[in-house]
Nanobody
Framework: QVQVVESGGGLVQPGGSLRLSCAAS?????????MSWFRQAPGKQREPIVD??????NYADSVKGRFPASRGVAPNTVYLQMNNLTAEDTAVYYC?????????WGQGTQVTVSS
């Protein structure tokens, strides 16, 4: 089985920053699976934020330049550095990996931007 766990969410003031982490573990025989971050705001559909490939990063226009992603040293880990947060960034943030033809999702981590 494959497990995906996100962490790092919380409450932050407008203009602040947070860093989310995602770690995939289990029966994964690759050190750099394709990993993605999504978010889902209240009453809205889940939307992609960034796709992390093997050395490639494809960002949604809504976060380009503000939310740089990076791979961790540990296998199958990614980070999402969220800067200059606004109330519109309030959402549950999800990590997803694609491995051997299957998508695996984490449980999500809540990010709330409020003063």
């Amino acid at each position: 089985q494959v497990q995906v766990v996100e962490s790092g969410g919380g409450l932050v003031q407008p203009g602040g920053s947070l860093r989310l982490s995602c770690a995939a573990s289990g029966r994964i025989f690759s050190t750099k699976t394709d990993m993605s971050w999504f978010r889902q705001a209240p009453g809205k559909q889940r939307e992609p934020i960034v796709d992390v490939g093997d050395g490639t990063y494809n960002y949604a226009d809504s976060v380009k330049g503000r939310f740089p992603a990076s791979r961790g040293v540990a296998p199958n880990t990614v980070y999402l550095q969220m800067n200059n947060l606004t109330a519109e960034d309030t959402a549950v943030y999800y990590c997803r990996i694609y491995y051997t033809g299957t998508f695996y999702w984490g449980q999500g981590t809540q990010v709330t931007v409020s003063s």
